[in-house]
DNA sequence: GGTTATTAATTAATCGATTGATTAACTTTT
DNA sequence: AAAAGTTAATCAATCGATTAATTAATAACC
């Protein structure tokens, strides 16, 4: 009993560590990139340990996918299908959350949005665009009520403003190099990320959303 | 002297070729992807001969690229440096160029994106994100001369809304699967490519920067 | 409860395949 | 004859995956 539950704890916090290192690993240098043996020993295990818990390479990727996207995804939907909050606070709340997360994320989000580029149409690029999709809606439902509800205007496009939101996001966090010249700043320095960027693109969205989405704009103000 | 030209026609044209098709191969699988074997044998040419004109596979890459890359610069200087056009003029003029452009040679773009991506800072890096920053230089001064001349408001956040132009162009371009799911349409079909999808993101976009950018918004219109 | 059989976990060594690059021989052009 | 272009063959390195052998943990049995 005892033995059983610590050994189980034991082998989940093993693979644990391994999908953490993997995960950084991939991050860094794509999956082409990352090599088994760079995985394995920066873990500390052995190679043939991968394809014991993972059974492929492909299978390590896959779980380390799986397990990082979940907790994203319950806080949108929760956002989403709150009753008290208008379209528009809805919106503003799932672009606090969609920063926060994924700036923290960036190198993740970098993978997944690489991987995805490439033109392979196999089930693992199938399905990275899969769970990708579903943020996708989430944000696709608030627009749609906001138009139904009569606080975004009518001729908005809405498809368009999602590409705009998730887009420059990930113009920002892909590439460090680029974003650092662009901005004059080393984004890859937390502090300046955390307080300096981070407030910047959140506010930057929802102002430019807002005189693009809303029926009553005040532009005196 | 005759046969000196009618030699070197036909070495470039044979040099063009390969970097046509080492292009297209960069652009469907990657860097990483792309064996010199693989692109040799669909140029038709000898694996050796790769090296023998490129010296390495990053020196055919950086060729690819740097043949690839001046054209577009040179509109983008063009527009930028005509006097006869407001700023937001010259905005709209450059949007439309980087969306003809950059949609056509989508593949090429996400081989871009892709391969500045990735953690490495090598001199290959180095070299993609330098030429990458002269296009958005180019954006970025003309958002300047806008805001000087008083065409553009004095609050707007330049930096993120070059992010936006760029950013949201690469998110419908980057992944034909997320973007074909996205849209309800397949982004691989020329035909929706040019006559629909293509003006649909320059209305957008000069939509949205209008309203976000521009002092005397009609929003009655 | 102690001993043994069974299963799971882990290791080192190696497999075949593929990678980018190079060599030396050969052909064409100058 | 010299130089440039081109070829097939091969290099060493690395890749993901697998094997067989060993150790550790669990179950079964007397």
Redesign the pocket.
Known sequence: MF??YK?DKE?SD?KDHILDVAERIFSDVGFDG?????ISGEAG?????L??YFG???GLFLAVFERKIASFQNMLQNIGNDENMSAWDKLQMCIDTFINKVVVNNCFQRLITREVSINKTGPLSEKLTDILMVNVLEFKKIFVEGVATGVFRKDIDIEMAIATIFGTKNYISNSSQLASKLLGNDVSDIKYMDEELKPRIKNYLKTLLKVYLLNDNDNSK
Not at 34 to 38: E, G, H, V
């Open positions: 033995s059983n050994m082998k093993k990352a090599s088994t043996r760079l295990v052995n190679m043939a340990m394809n014991y492929s390479k492909e």
